[in-house]
């Protein structure tokens, strides 16, 4: 997770949310979809993530300018086999997109038990936990596999000197009674590309072990990924997290029809970013039964948070708390943007042609 760095600046999350939905409408976007895309953008900041946060929008204006993200667009159900269903995206807002397949994906699952859904062809859905927090808000667990195309390769598998998948997340949540959920919601590899993009932005090198340069040497700039000729990130978790990352690509692209992330679906311009997701939900209730789960699922986290912590360790956390943690700060002290996404953000603004008296009032900065 990001933390602030010292020339950012910090915009309350009202004001930024205000700001990402206007940039949105004054492109084209309905309100309601507008609204979507900025509910998701700013959570994303709040929760620390900001990767996944507002600094996605001129990608995103960027995309729909050139119809790779196509507007006011809805899911459709593309196949349809009862607890088996393949959503298509269309290239629509992820943000809608995604929100549309897991409500069809929840519905099937109070039917049947259990839904599993072939998400394909949506433009990016952004962080993945959003999707499974849905599912947890209705009571149903959740496990999510998600792959991307349309651009160039990022992430070199385990033992490679070059880059030939993405940065696949994988993403489960637990619901828990009267709690918030359990949410375990990563990127396969050693980063997410926005956290390089953020260290690029900054002009700020990253930690060593993330990344190769493009003769597999380890590197620590951040440019390497920018610059021809381009290195790779490294998958997490050496054979174990880059054998993960090849199963989202055959669980999202080859098990859904959407498409592995392989030399059928690259664009070389790095521009389009097509997300395929296979999403796995299940109603407890229809497993050991809904009072035996939630009596298990706390008994078994209050084991867990009950361990000795390390030394340096102030707490052993659940994942979720994190972001959870980082969202109350974030509230209370603003969202922390650096000046080159700032400055990217209000190109944008002008781009789909607010004027800069509107970006100030709107924003607030
Ligand atoms: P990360 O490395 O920050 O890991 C986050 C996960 O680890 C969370 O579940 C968090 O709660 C847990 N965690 C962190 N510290 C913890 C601690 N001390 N104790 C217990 N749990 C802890 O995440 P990332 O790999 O940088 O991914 C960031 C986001 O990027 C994710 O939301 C992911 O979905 C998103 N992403 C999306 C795409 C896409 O194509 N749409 C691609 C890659 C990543």
Same mark, same amino acid.
């Given at each position: 997770?990001?933390?602030?760095?010292?020339?950012?600046?910090?915009?309350?999350?009202?004001?930024?949310?205000?700001?990402?939905?206007?940039?949105?409408?004054?492109?084209?976007?309905?309100?309601?979809?507008?609204?979507?895309?900025?509910?998701?953008?700013?959570?994303?900041?709040?929760?620390?993530?900001?990767?996944?946060?507002?600094?996605?929008?001129?990608?995103?204006?960027?995309?729909?300018?050139?119809?790779?993200?196509?507007?006011?667009?809805?899911?459709?159900?593309?196949?349809?086999?009862? +607890?088996?269903?393949? @959503?298509?995206? %269309?290239?629509?807002?992820?943000?809608?997109?995604?929100? &549309?397949? /897991? *409500?069809? #994906?929840?519905?099937?699952?109070?039917?049947?038990?259990?839904?599993?859904?072939?998400?394909?062809?949506?433009?990016?859905?952004?962080?993945?936990?959003?999707?499974?927090?849905?599912?947890?808000?209705?009571?149903?667990?959740?496990?999510?596999?998600?792959?991307?195309?349309?651009?160039?390769?990022?992430?070199?598998?385990?033992?490679?000197?070059?880059?030939?998948?993405?940065?696949?997340?994988?993403?489960?949540?637990?619901?828990?009674?009267?709690?918030?959920?359990?949410?375990?919601?990563? +990127?396969?590899?050693? @980063?997410?590309? %926005?956290?390089?993009?953020?260290?690029?932005?900054?002009? &700020?090198? /990253? *930690?060593? #072990?993330?990344?190769?340069?493009?003769?597999?040497?380890?590197?620590?700039?951040?440019?390497?990924?920018?610059?021809?000729?381009?290195?790779?990130?490294?998958?997490?978790?050496?054979?174990?997290?880059?054998?993960?990352?090849?199963?989202?690509?055959?669980?999202?692209?080859?098990?859904?029809?959407?498409?592995?992330?392989?030399?059928?679906?690259?664009?070389?311009?790095?521009?389009?970013?097509?997300?395929?997701?296979?999403?796995?939900?299940?109603?407890?209730?229809?497993?050991?039964?809904?009072?035996?789960?939630?009596?298990?699922?706390?008994?078994?986290?209050?084991?867990?948070?009950?361990?000795?912590?390390?030394?340096?360790?102030?707490?052993?956390?659940?994942?979720?708390?994190?972001?959870?943690?980082?969202?109350?700060?974030?509230?209370?002290?603003?969202?922390?943007?650096?000046?080159?996404?700032?400055?990217?953000?209000?190109?944008?603004?002008?781009?789909?042609?607010?004027?800069?008296?509107?970006?100030?009032?709107?924003?607030?900065?």
């Amino acid at each position: 997770m990001a933390d602030a760095g010292k020339n950012d600046i910090r915009v309350k999350p009202d004001r930024l949310h205000a700001f990402t939905a206007a940039i949105c409408r004054a492109d084209g976007s309905t309100t309601e979809e507008a609204k979507l895309v900025a509910d998701h953008l700013v959570l994303a900041n709040l929760y620390g993530h900001d990767s996944h946060g507002v600094g996605m929008m001129p990608h995103y204006i960027g995309n729909t300018t050139t119809g790779r993200c196509v507007r006011n667009h809805h899911a459709l159900i593309a196949r349809d086999n009862g +607890a088996v269903i393949v @959503v298509d995206g %269309g290239r629509g807002y992820g943000q809608v997109i995604a929100k &549309e397949a /897991m *409500e069809f #994906g929840i519905d099937r699952a109070r039917e049947h038990g259990v839904c599993v859904v072939g998400l394909v062809n949506s433009h990016h859905i952004g962080r993945i936990g959003h999707w499974a927090e849905q599912c947890a808000r209705a009571g149903m667990v959740s496990t999510h596999w998600v792959n991307v195309h349309g651009h160039k390769s990022l992430v070199a598998p385990f033992g490679a000197a070059e880059a030939r998948i993405t940065t696949n997340p994988y993403c489960t949540a637990v619901p828990r009674k009267g709690r918030e959920p359990v949410v375990l919601d990563f +990127a396969t590899s050693q @980063v997410a590309m %926005g956290k390089v993009r953020v260290a690029n932005n900054k002009g &700020e090198p /990253m *930690e060593p #072990g993330l990344l190769i340069d493009a003769q597999g040497r380890p590197t620590v700039d951040p440019g390497t990924m920018y610059n021809a000729p381009y290195g790779a990130i490294l998958p997490f978790g050496l054979h174990k997290g880059g054998g993960l990352a090849l199963i989202c690509d055959l669980l999202a692209g080859a098990l859904t029809g959407g498409g592995t992330h392989s030399q059928r679906t690259i664009k070389p311009d790095g521009t389009d970013i097509i997300n395929n997701m296979l999403s796995i939900i299940v109603d407890p209730a229809a497993m050991g039964g809904l009072d035996a789960f939630e009596d298990e699922v706390e008994n078994f986290v209050t084991w867990i948070k009950s361990s000795k912590p390390q030394p340096g360790v102030p707490e052993v956390l659940m994942p979720g708390e994190p972001e959870r943690a980082r969202r109350i700060d974030r509230e209370r002290n603003g969202v922390p943007i650096d000046p080159t996404t700032w400055a990217q953000l209000v190109e944008t603004a002008r781009k789909v042609r607010l004027n800069d008296t509107e970006i100030r009032d709107i924003a607030g900065v």
